[in-house]
């Protein structure tokens, strides 16, 4: 068995406007995301790995704020606090309002915001 605590993360990464804390706990990467205000991934992490969209699968569950995700199909859907989603690669996002977007992402910890 083994525990860990996302505020205590093995890894921080801090792309522009974003803080993503990572865990790794067995064979499993764990991320916390937070995302703030004026945050898009086109603008934000899109320099970093350098694709034109975000090529990255995620398996999300939103803790508060709000994100819009638009799909390379032009697929557009919003999520928020309580909403589980699984979103395939392809596709940029953006924090919605004025609050901060904070997700735990069960699937991208091991390469997102990471240069490919």
Known sequence: MQIKNLNTP???RTPPK??????KVGDSTIM?????????WSEC?????????CQVAHVNYVISG??????????????????AADIPPGHDA???G????VAIDFAAGNTYAKKS
């Open 18 to 23: 974003t803080k993503v804390e990572v865990v």
């Open 94 to 96: 953006w924090v919605v």
């Open 32 to 40: 916390r995301a937070t995302f703030e205000p004026g945050w898009k």
């Open 45 to 53: 992490v899109k320099p970093i790995v350098g694709t034109k969209s």
């Open 10 to 12: 093995d890894e921080v």
């Open 66 to 83: 709000r994100m819009k995700v638009v799909m390379d199909d032009g697929t557009e859907k919003e999520m928020g606090p309580g909403d």
């Open 98 to 101: 004025n609050e901060p977007c």
